[in-house]
């Protein structure tokens, strides 16, 4: 049995009233839209994904399991606090606004979000003064939709950004402020997508992918914690990072 497995309804209904969990057996969740991150492989029909590999490794050197299940990213923190999970294993990043509703492990992967546009940028978008007036779109529960609306931005919401760049890609949006690793690695799977990011587009700021767990629970960061740090310095995460094809952006 792998490190990581996804539990089906029926499987943890079972699990659940037949035996109670176990120090070795940590609950996990993740989005199976996150590509390369964290996504669900069509070829195979399992959980795959840097994010998940960095898991399987963290719970190989610590000595435990993670057991793990698919969550939309807008239920991963309501998931998190009705203990349906214990700890996120998601890209999901480190900010302000999650810190006072989970607590987040060392961060593992630094990254920006971007300004995506149709190819040729019709609308002239280069600032936030610019987006303004236009229908900009991202996925429900990013970042940037508490700093867009500080400065008078609003969102068009979707579930992933799939489907944000889908619907930019059928004109229906003039562009998608999305974290910029998922959505190049999208646009090299679709050939079809004719959208760029606009260059020089300054972010609200650097972002960090790591795990997050349920404030106050320090036993679980307690385990994770010092292996995330040694994977970084030993050389394993530099080896995902090449694996997987995304910039090398090992978090400080």
Do not use: C
């Not at 007036?133 to 950004?161: C, D, L, M, P």
């Not at 606009?198 to 307690?222: N, W």
Request: proline letters at 5%.
């Amino acid at each position: 049995m792998g490190l990581i497995k996804i539990m089906k309804a029926a499987a943890f209904a079972v699990l659940v009233a037949g035996a109670p969990a176990t120090a070795d057996v940590i609950k996990s969740g993740a989005t199976a839209t996150g590509v390369p991150f964290n996504f669900l492989d069509p070829k195979t029909n399992t959980m795959s994904g840097f994010m998940l590999d960095i898991a399987n490794e963290v719970a190989k050197r610590g000595g435990f399991e993670f057991d793990l299940q698919t969550v939309d990213f807008a239920s991963l923190v309501p998931a998190l606090q009705s203990r349906r999970i214990d700890i996120i294993t998601s890209s999901f990043s480190i900010t302000e606004e999650r810190s006072k509703v989970v607590d987040f492990a060392v961060p593992v992967y630094s990254f920006h979000q971007g300004l995506l546009v149709p190819a040729g940028n019709p609308k002239k978008l280069a600032t936030y003064d610019d987006m303004k007036t236009a229908r900009i779109g991202t996925n429900i529960g990013n970042s940037a939709i508490a700093e867009g609306r500080k400065i008078g931005v609003t969102f068009e919401q979707y579930s992933s950004i799939q489907d944000t760049l889908r619907d930019l890609s059928l004109g229906r949006i003039d562009g998608a402020m999305v974290d910029m690793p998922i959505a190049d690695w999208m646009m090299k799977a679709n050939p079809d997508y004719k959208m760029e990011w606009v260059e020089g587009f300054e972010p609200f700021f650097t972002e960090y992918y790591t795990f997050s767990v349920r404030k106050g629970d320090t036993a679980i960061l307690d385990r994770v914690n010092p292996i995330l740090t040694q994977i970084k310095t030993d050389g394993t995460l530099a080896e995902l990072i090449k694996k997987w094809g995304i910039s090398v952006q090992i978090a400080p």
